[in-house]
């Protein structure tokens, strides 16, 4: 049996045989197939709970997994502020590399769940096991906080070591253009 670390650097290197056989578009495709079928209890926590649902979820989820971060909301809004991902950490520790953009498979899967359950994510990676998402309706077009706003001193982009070089930034769910993947 694989255990969580193990499963990391495998996951790892499905991506990169999925953009081998198929392109990024095939990786696209097998994490909002993950999102549609293995996080369906997911979507319905959301569509049903909003806010509290998240909170439900992500704070489950990410103390089974140790991950160093901070979760903040409001009525209408979520954020997660990630310190220490302990997949990426893993794989930066073992300097494993096989995919270049490992940190978008969250992103992969859940921004198009949150979209269909009306729900839009703004979120910024740095390759090195720090992100933030924030999330609100897909009707609010408030766009996400400025530094420390709304999660203070626990805001990843306030810490000396968010490293702004390698930064990748996406908004999910707000684009008009049916082209886009991650609308579906």
Partial sequence: MLGVYDFCGHYEWTFEWFRQEGGHELVREYWDTL???AQTHTLELIKTKGVEGMKEYWG???EEEAAGYHA???ENSYR???HQCPSKGFLIKNDLEQYSDYCDHCMGWIGPLMKRAGYTIDHQHNHMGQCWWEIRKASDATPSSGPGELSGNSDIRLSPEWR???QQMDTYSRSNDPDDKHQN
């Fill in 35 to 37: 999102g549609r079928t």
């Fill in 60 to 62: 489950h989820t990410l």
């Fill in 72 to 74: 903040s909301s409001t």
């Fill in 80 to 82: 997660i502020d990630m």
């Fill in 164 to 166: 702004p070089g390698e």
